[in-house]
Each structure stands twice: as C-alpha cells, then as structure tokens.
C-alpha cells in the first residue's frame, strides 16, 4: 500500500471555532496565514461532507485534501455549503472521472494574486502526483501531506512547517517546457476495450478479471475470468474461475509454466490445473493454516515456497508433498532450473551468493568480502548468455553507495560495479543489445554497457516513475506516476510521451515487435470499470 491522508485547510481562522464545530477534530497552524484540519474520522471519499459542514459555519473558503494509496489526488473548494471546484488526478483507476479543476477559483478562494494563475495551472497539469503534491506544498505555503496518523508519529509543529518558494515552480515549469517541444516519434493505439476490472495479476501475461456489474454485498462480480495475452497483442478468455471464490475466500492465484495453481485458504484445498482448465490434482494443505507461502510455480507443476517466519525454502509436488527443505537462504529467485538467493548472516556484514539446484544442493556460491553492512533485498537479474547480476545496497566505510556483481553461471565474479547512490529504484536489463538501465534513488538514471562495464549516459530525473521494460527496439520504457509511459534511447533522450487511460498494469511485445500495454480499472466496483490494451508504433 501506498501514502494515503485526507485534511481541510483554511486560510487562517480560530482554532478553537473549527474545533467545536467539527467535534473530534484538531486543528493546527503549522505554516504562516493557514490552519490545517486533521481528523482520525477524515476517510477519503466523504470528506465533502465535512468541508460543505465547516465552509457553512465559518467566513473563509475550505479546501480539502484526498490523497489515496499513491494513486489519486482530489483537491476541493467549498464556500457557503457549495462546491466552487474540483481537481481530480489520477482517479480513472478507481472509476473517478478526471477533472482539472479551475486554477483561477483555487487563486480567488485562497486569496492569492491572479497573476499567480500560470504557476498553479503548470501544477494541476503535472500528472506525476508525488511532484505534485511537492509543488503544491510550494505554492500554497502549507503542507497538506499530512493526517492525523501522521501527527501521532511526530506532533512537531515545526516538522509540519512549509514556506512558499516560487522560484521551485518557476524551474519546474522550464523543464516541463523543454520537454513538451519533443515532438513524439510514436503513437498509442487503443487495440482493445472492454468493461472489466483488474483482480490479480497471476504471471505468466495471466490476469484475473472481474466483468460487471459489481454486487458490494457479496464483494464479487458477474464473472470472474482469466484472460491472456494473445500473439497480436489483444486479451482472449480462458476460462471463467468465478467459483473459485477468489477474492473473498482468500488464498493465492498463480501462473507460470503453462500451469495455474490455486491456493484456497477457503476450502484448505491446493488445486492445478493445466491452460486448458482441465484439473491435474487437489490435495488438503499439510500445513496448519497458510503458514507458508508459494513463491514460484516450477515445471512439472512443483512449486517453490517459503514459510512465512522465513526459516525455511522448499520444494512441493503437484500432489503436495514435499522434496525437499533446508534453512531459509534469502528470498530465491528461478532461472533456468536454479535457485539463486543471497545468504546474509545475523549481523549483516557477511553474505554469500548462492546458486542451488532443484535438489536445494549448493552448487556454486561466491562470498562477497566488502566490509560494512550487506543488503537483504539485493535483486537478481539474468542475461542470455549466461551471466549473473546482482544489485544491492551496501554501508561501507566511505558511507552508503550501490554494488553491481556481474557472475558467471558458476558464480564466479567477472565484475563488481560501485555506484554512489543509497539504492536502487527499479532498474532492467536489455540482454540483446547489451545495456543495464538504472533508477538510482537519487533521482538519476543511468545506463550502463554490459561489455565494457562504462556508463555510458545518466540524465537526471524527478519525475516518480519506474523502468518497466526495454523493448524489441532497445527502448526503456518508463512508467511515470500510474498512467504515463515515456520511451527513452540509450543515451536517455526522450522518442515519446504517453498518457493512457487508466492504471498501466503489465507490458507485452506482440508479434509485430512492438510494446502493447495493458491499463484499466483496480477492482472495488468502481462506477466506470475498463480494461484497455494500447499498442505502441
């Protein structure tokens, strides 16, 4: 789960007034000329009601503030019990029309300067949400990231406070300009709609989806189907899982290996099934509970799990029974029929990468001899020509910084990279043309050749986004906030923007080369539910 709050601000009034209107509530000023409202009762979606109550009672105007799992942003004005305006981003997701607001209502009702109008109209149309709710904090001159979960954590007023600065915005806008002249080299096709929302992603281009209507009383839909990814980039049906009871049963869905299996916490039933839908096997859990959970489905419908105390790995049959089990080594990653995991020992100075066989043997390892504190969450990453990388944060004596170990397939070391950054964000491999792309926590991207070892371009970048793949064309592809997608070379030039409909779930290379990507609606029987694929070329 993401950062979610929900406050009202007003521009300077009686604390004690708010308060006794608003029974429950605590009102603070925490930055000059504002008085900001939290509640434990605020909850988004009816905070309206609240902000209608307040704008009644008192003189001033009323915004409130919605911010919901990183995902959506809803930012209103109230005077005398009425609505003035509405900025809504990001909500399409959650079937909540987009909406951007009248940027000169929020200068008038605030009582800021008309001329300030271009500076608050370049933030609503910032679709990065977490820029924005910088930007805005920097307008405004008060925080409105805040709740009142946050305060029992640290009820500093001084932590809270914020001073408008409009030479950030000023600069934020230049950029913003420099990249609205790129001309896009591409285009976003729409290949595919239907009504429908996203349930569970299972692997494998594998999707749980609901089709309406939606009953909130039996937190179910019409149908429930598992769709997948055909070769010209479109969604085809399977088969329909509705009796599964997925959702309010519990339990786990997973695909890989042309098997799908269902872990019912509901019935304490394991079931296999094959693509077709035709049941391989059902057996009761051994396990008292879900003590542990599956991590990988394996060929021959085995599956990898770890209990959920991580103290132990091991490998299930199809028909349950298990193969195998040794001391939890770090969270295993499968490639090629091996096991990879990284061993960290109590203290954390010490760790060992590991690559074991299906017999959970050691086959080859390489201890990793740096002094200072090892990372558990390092990631694996694996090319075509055999070679390892492995990606992780490291404490050294000359302070925090990322290491890149390039292994071969008996682990041994070909290469270890330093990297000045405290982490990685996200980062992806492009095996055929040689590149590393990555995300560096200090708001860098790089790419790095997988040849030479050289970095060949960095650019530095605000935007909150993720890699989510390199193409066919040897494109990064880059997910920005939950709906926008920008396609960058090698040398980490922009070829194009996107904004799609909807939430960006996963990404497919069709049969004509080209990066379809699937966007829609989370489930929770929203009022619009769609399910879309774009194509891109």
Known sequence: MGTSFVNLQIRSNSIREIEKILPGSTAGSFSDGWTTIISEHFQVGDIEKVAKKLSKAITQSVMSVEYHDDDVLRMSIYRNGKTMTSHITGGEGYGLPRKPGKSKVFIEELGFDLSEDKYLKAILACEDLGKKIELLQHFLGVTISIDHKMMLIDDSVKEYHCQRDLTIIEEY?????????????????????????????????????????????????????????????????????SSFQHRRGGGLLMAANSYLSYFSLLRRQYYLFDYDGQMLSQYPFPWSGMEASPVYILEEGSFLAIDNHRTWLGEYGPDFKNKWKIPFPGFPYYNNNAIYSCKIDSSGQS?????????????????????????????????????????????????????????????????????????????????????????????????????????????????DSTFLTVDSHGRAVVLTGVSSIVLLDTHLNDISRHRLKGLVFQEFTNERGNLCLLTGTEEGGAGSMKIRVYEIK
């Open 173 to 241: 806008i230049k950029e913003a300009s420099k990249r609205n002249r790129i001309k896009n080299q591409t285009k976003a096709h729409l290949l595919e709609e239907f009504e429908g929302a996203m349930i569970d992603i299972l692997g494998d281009h594998k999707y749980l989806i609901g089709i309406p209507p939606y009953d909130r009383s039996t937190d179910s839909y019409k149908q429930e189907l598992i769709y997948t990814f055909i070769p010209n980039g479109t969604l085809e049906p399977m088969f329909d899982v």
């Open 351 to 463: 760790s060992e990468l590991m690559k074991l066989n299906r017999s959970g043997q050691v086959v080859a390892s390489l201890r990793l001899n740096y002094e200072g504190y090892h990372d558990r969450k390092g990631r694996f990453l694996f090319d075509e020509i055999g070679r390892t990388f492995y990606c992780c944060s490291a404490m050294t004596a000359n302070g925090p910084g990322m290491k890149i170990f390039v292994l071969t397939e008996q682990m041994e070391l070909i290469r270890e990279l330093d990297l000045e950054s405290r982490s990685i964000f996200s980062v992806v491999l492009d095996s055929k043309n040689h590149k590393l792309f990555v995300h560096l926590y200090d708001k860098e991207f790089l790419v790095i050749d997988t040849e030479s070892f050289l970095i060949l371009s960095r650019r530095k970048w605000e935007e």
